[in-house]
């Protein structure tokens, strides 16, 4: 895979502390993948609106969305492990750091590329109802799913890649997604009220609840 040539490229800086030895000719490396390209993702939606008698609006509305250029952290510095665990058949990584590098100078070489894996979509119904008094109201739910390879929520690649636990570091699969939310109620509960002379008051108030999704687990050690 052709990587940019601008790779961006620090040193350890010395420091003035008695003693402190530091190696200045190891480096870690970004790359860019030449053809890299900005998320984009393919979202369609379809949605219904019912009336009911007695004034109640019923709608029903899902979401899809297609990861078409997600991002994705890959460390092409590590070199690759011919051992798996017998517990789940990862990847095993023997050896000190050193003797793990493709090339000893770098202690990393992170290259952000693209996926198109990951998805998400969401099912949500609502019921909203206005009174003659001035009240409004409503309620909805909403069920849904998202997984992705890798976020990129994090400031730079080696957080991205370091924070991303999957069972093999050189091919991550799909996950569940930090915006994963399995479950969320929305109501809201308003009054509406006209004086003379243009003046109108307005109370209103918004709750919502969410569950923190699913979470995977990946134990450490092999």
């Given at each position: 895979m052709k990587t940019s040539a601008a790779a961006q490229a620090t040193?350890?800086?010395?420091?003035?502390?008695p003693g402190l030895v530091v190696d200045l000719d190891v480096f870690e490396a970004n790359v860019l993948d030449n053809n890299f390209k900005f998320p984009t993702v393919?979202?369609?939606?379809?949605?219904?609106?019912?009336?009911?008698?007695?004034?109640?609006?019923?709608?029903?509305?899902?979401?899809?969305?297609?990861?078409?250029?997600?991002?994705?952290?890959v460390n092409i510095g590590l070199k690759d492990s011919a051992i798996a665990?017998?517990?789940?058949?990862?990847?095993?990584?023997?050896?000190?750091p050193v003797q793990l590098r493709v090339n000893?100078?770098?202690?990393?070489?992170?290259?952000?590329?693209?996926?198109?894996?990951?998805?998400?979509?969401?099912?949500?119904?609502q019921v909203r109802k206005t009174f003659d008094i001035g009240v409004d109201g409503s309620f909805a739910y909403t069920y849904g799913t998202a997984k992705d390879v890798?976020?990129?929520v994090r400031n730079s690649p080696q957080s991205n890649w370091e924070y991303n636990q999957v069972p093999d570091v050189r091919n991550p699969g799909l996950a569940y997604s930090?915006?994963?939310?399995?479950?969320?109620?929305t109501s809201t509960l308003g009054?509406?009220?006209?004086?003379?002379?243009?003046?109108v008051m307005s109370v209103s108030s918004v709750f919502t609840g969410a569950s923190v999704g699913e979470r995977g687990q990946v134990p450490s050690g092999a």
């Open positions: 040193a350890p800086t010395a420091l003035s502390t393919w979202r369609s939606s379809l949605g219904t609106d019912y009336r009911l008698p007695g004034g109640y609006v019923v709608t029903f509305e899902g979401m899809y969305t297609q990861a078409i250029h997600d991002v994705k952290f665990s017998p517990v789940d058949g990862r990847p095993v990584f023997l050896g000190s000893p100078a770098f202690t990393s070489v992170f290259l952000v590329t693209n996926t198109n894996r990951g998805y998400r979509y969401s099912l949500t119904g890798a976020n990129g930090n915006f994963d939310i399995r479950h969320r109620i009054y509406r009220k006209e004086w003379g002379r243009g003046y």
